[in-house]
């Protein structure tokens, strides 16, 4: 079966991201992370997530990396320290990685035994914030989003102020946005060079179309 790859490495989002499509059938594969030799643990963070760490002998670089997946059909699982994607439209692995080089081992330290669990949040952070940015009472959508990312759709993105979104995007633009309040939400949804208020009770959800304007709440 053919699989479409496409792959890039963002520095600012310190990681590497691989998009895989299979055009006439479905996406299934099953992925590990190892080294022959000078690692500690490998294991998994959550359902979607493995991560490997350890050191490069006494006195030695300390490391850790992690492996996450996202698909659109189909599921991603953790067995064991293996990553699981079934019959998926299509999928997307995250890979990052960080090291004593660049962190005091003190630091490092004070990661262990969470340092799986760090370095998970913090990539997705860093890759959350490509394609919202929000800060009280302003929405940023797609600010920095790759042009490998041509197109896709989250869920579920927490916002400053008690609220959430989700948005897709096609050719590399917005399609549509939906914000939902967890408590009462007043601000301001920026794309581009376009704007529009929102004003949200407890509960309530907005969506917004490619321009910002109102479909239903």
């Not at 690692?39 to 990396?65: C, P, Q, W």
Request: proline share 2%.
């Amino acid at each position: 079966m053919e699989i479409c790859r496409t792959c890039f490495i963002s520095r600012p989002a310190d990681c590497m991201v691989l998009h895989l499509r299979a055009p006439k059938g479905k996406v299934s594969v099953e992925v590990m992370l190892n080294r022959a030799k000078y690692f500690d643990r490998t294991g998994k963070v959550n359902d979607h997530t493995i991560y490997l760490s350890g050191n490069l002998g006494k006195n030695a670089l300390e490391f850790a990396m992690c492996l996450s997946a996202k698909a659109t059909g189909g599921r991603v699982y953790t067995m064991g320290h293996t990553l699981v994607i079934e019959e998926a439209d299509e999928a997307v692995l995250y890979f990052g990685a960080d090291s004593t080089f660049r962190y005091a081992k003190e630091e490092v330290a004070a990661w262990e035994p969470r340092v799986q669990d760090v370095l998970a949040e913090k990539i997705t952070e860093k890759l959350e914030r490509a394609m919202v940015q929000s800060r009280e009472h302003k929405i940023i959508l797609l600010p920095a989003l790759p042009k490998a990312w041509d197109h896709g759709e989250v869920k579920g993105l927490r916002l400053v102020g008690n609220a959430s979104i989700a948005l897709a995007w096609e050719n590399g633009k917005l399609t549509r946005c939906a914000v939902t309040a967890d408590q009462a939400y007043e601000g301001e949804v920026v794309y581009g060079e376009m704007r529009q208020a929102v004003k949200l009770e407890k509960g309530e959800t907005v969506i917004l179309d490619a321009v910002l304007q109102l479909l239903e709440s």
